[in-house]
């Protein structure tokens, strides 16, 4: 299995909605990501988790809270968003240590809120 | 902290053209580079990635980067564009230390029949 999945694809939620991304890997790879991109932008980062462990936040709003329960999954969950937070969320994983040094990524969330 | 360049925001080409697609960094330190491509609608896929050896990378679908230290550059190449190339094109740096990666603003590539 060579491949980062994400559920669900599209999702529409409103402003008082609690709503959760999953991302799944089984690779084995130990560094996950979570990135929001807008039309026609770069990814942006979010979070970083390596061995299961918050290593980056890049000073992402309360209403964003990631969660990795073990190695292979991690979670977005979504409480109280704004219109813009509308955007594409994409996970990416990468081996931990020495050779392969690349990102893997998702196909992405397409988050609408209304 | 990294930074990543990528000053042509559109490429317009004719098929069957060549193209170059640029990309400069700043980094005072070593780096790794990578060239990933996304289609509409979709995740980003790696295309290309230097990490040591050769400064000359190839994919297997006809594109190719070449790393030079001295400019700090990783432009992108292909000597024959197929409408299939219209894209997004995004460089990315990441340090040989560290979980994070730099992306650029991206090029989107449009290749006219």
């Known amino acids: 299995d060579t491949e980062v999945t994400q559920t669900p694809k599209h999702l529409v939620m409103g402003m008082t909605n609690k709503k959760s991304l999953k991302c799944e890997q089984h690779?084995?790879?130990?560094?996950m990501y979570w990135y929001k991109q807008k039309a026609k932008k770069p990814p942006e980062l979010m979070f970083v988790y390596s061995y299961e462990k918050l290593s980056i936040n890049e000073s992402v709003p309360s209403r964003f809270s990631p969660e990795c329960p073990n190695s292979s999954l991690l979670n977005l969950h979504l409480h109280a968003l704004q219109p813009e937070d509308s955007a594409l969320y994409l996970c990416a994983s990468r081996p931990s240590g020495g050779g392969n040094h690349e990102q893997y990524f998702g196909p992405g969330t397409r988050l609408t809120v209304t | 902290a990294q930074s990543v360049t990528q000053l042509d925001s559109q490429v317009p080409v004719f098929e069957e053209a060549p193209v170059e697609l640029r990309c400069n960094y700043s980094s005072s330190v070593s780096v790794y580079l990578f060239w990933y491509v996304q289609y509409p609608n979709q995740g980003l896929q790696l295309l290309l990635k230097?990490?040591?050896?050769?400064?000359l990378v190839k994919s297997i679908n006809g594109f190719e980067a070449e790393f030079n230290k001295s400019q700090t550059s990783f432009h992108l190449r292909k000597p024959s564009v197929h409408i299939s190339d219209t894209a997004e094109y995004f460089c990315a740096v990441r340090r040989d230390t560290g979980n994070q990666f730099y992306f650029g603003t991206g090029t989107s590539l449009t290749v006219i029949p």
């Open positions: 230097y990490l040591s050896g050769s400064t």
């Open positions: 690779m084995g790879h130990r560094a």
